[in-house]
């Protein structure tokens, strides 16, 4: 049984940090990509970053250069760095590991 946890959210002011954390249960951990997704009010889900089990990244353009990626697969968890935020980063973030998903923590950067 796969259970998601997200957690790390709260209020940050332009220009802060947050470190985001992913606690994922069940087989197969180390060897499956892990992502970073997040959904503001009114608009679709879409991906923030993605690591492959090789440690490989990817990210959406509008992150690029501010957020971070990573995973420990020995703790079943992955990380996201979020530098430089900015108003446009408010949304629900979700982890997602092999097709579940968390409940959502929720970032909102704000003065």
């Known amino acids: 049984q796969v259970q998601v946890v997200e957690s790390g959210g709260g209020l940050v002011q332009p220009g802060g940090s947050l470190r985001l954390s992913c606690a994922a249960s069940g087989s197969f951990f180390s060897i499956k990509p892990m992502a970073w997704y997040r959904q503001a009010p009114e608009k679709q889900r879409e991906l923030v970053a993605l690591?492959?089990?090789?440690?490989?990244?990817t990210y959406a353009d509008s992150v690029k250069g501010r957020f971070a990626i990573s995973r420990d697969n020995a703790k079943n968890m992955v990380y996201l760095q979020m530098n430089s935020l900015k108003p446009e980063d408010t949304a629900v973030y979700y982890c997602n590991f092999r097709g579940f998903w968390g409940q959502g923590t929720q970032v909102t950067v704000s003065l």
């Open positions: 690591i492959a089990y090789n440690g490989s990244t």
